[in-house]
């Protein structure tokens, strides 16, 4: 029988092999409050037989796409993907004219898209490729991820995924967690390429989503995309999703923005321990700095709930040594 004294001297060893683990697999993020965070988080909820143990079956994780995972300005990259299909379609549909969120698109006017809000967006792109089979628009997003570059960064989108978090990923993954993505992005857009990019399936993505209905067509059975918009997976809609699709409540949530307040509200309200990050975007020289002013990506009524409940805010200035892979 081990005595009290050998007892506590194994469980500060698995606590030490457990922060060295973290360290090591942490390697993009600086030490400092917020990496200390995460990897004391993951200790306790992992930690057999402590008071704030998780079963793995519990360890559920949510993330938040964009400006989260990956690069969100100047515009959400959906939303340029979606330009180039209204480009492509506007000939087919003269109306879109006089159609307030065409136009600020084709303007990349984000204040203008920010008052108009995602839904009519989002409608517009659904017009845009209503029609379509469900393999025919997941090839038009492979095709296009293939071609495109950031207007500024001048990289294939796929490229701007943020290393520290990739990081992060695997690490809960590692340590018995099951991660999701839930953004306000359509779900068919990122179950092309999130596998690749984060590790995540496609059965493991909540996003909002289009009306899609059966048929057959020349003898054999398709998916159509139809013209209706049937769920917005943003700000309050995002611990809908999570409800409807993983019936867990998180115990842990990421995000950078007011549209993931609610899906990081939920988390916290559960019982035991939990873990709310937001990052903050506040790099101009390897990325971009915004906040509480910005039209994409706003941080505002998150930030003041994160410093009033001790919410780790990660700066992506100072915790991070770098954001992207194929910076060194």
Do not use: C
Not at 3 to 22: D, F
Not at 227 to 249: A, C, E, L, S, T
């Amino acid at each position: 029988m081990s005595t009290p004294a050998t007892w506590l001297a194994s469980l500060v060893a698995l606590v030490i092999a457990g922060a060295a683990v973290g360290a090591e697999t942490l390697s993009s993020w600086n030490d400092g409050p917020a990496k200390q965070g995460i990897v004391t988080f993951v200790n306790a909820v992992t930690q057999k037989g402590g008071k704030d143990f998780v079963p793995e079956s519990e360890r559920i994780a949510v993330f938040d796409n964009d400006g989260t995972l990956w690069s969100e300005q100047p515009i959400y990259t959906q939303f340029a993907f979606m330009l180039d299909q209204l480009r492509a379609a506007a000939p087919k549909h003269p109306e879109w004219k006089s159609n307030a969120a065409f136009n600020a698109l084709l303007a990349q006017d984000k204040k203008a898209l920010a008052e108009i809000g995602q839904k009519p967006v989002l409608e517009l792109l659904v017009t845009a490729n209503s029609g379509m089979t469900v393999g025919e628009y997941d090839q038009s997003i492979r095709n296009w991820l293939r071609s495109a570059r950031h207007p500024q960064l001048k990289r294939p989108y796929t490229e701007l995924v943020y290393a520290p978090m990739q990081e992060l990923l695997a690490y809960l993954r590692a340590s018995g967690f099951k991660t999701f993505i839930v953004s306000g992005g359509s779900v068919e857009f990122m179950r092309p390429w999130a596998e690749q990019a984060y590790g995540i399936p496609p059965e493991q993505i909540i996003g909002s989503q289009q009306d899609v209905s059966f048929a057959m067509r020349d003898g054999k059975p398709v998916l159509t995309r139809a013209p209706q918009i049937v769920f917005v997976d943003d700000g309050p809609g995002k611990p809908v999703g999570i409800y409807r699709q993983i019936g867990r409540r998180p115990i842990a949530a990421f995000g950078n923005s007011d549209g993931d307040l609610q899906m990081l509200q939920v988390t916290a309200a559960g019982e035991g321990r939990r873990l709310m990050l937001l990052v903050h975007h506040d790099d101009t020289e390897r990325e971009f700095a915004y906040d509480r002013q910005s039209h994409i990506g706003k941080l505002d009524k998150a930030w003041d709930q994160a410093q009033a409940d001790n919410w780790i805010v990660v700066s992506m200035k100072s915790d991070w040594n770098r954001i992207f892979a194929f910076q060194k």
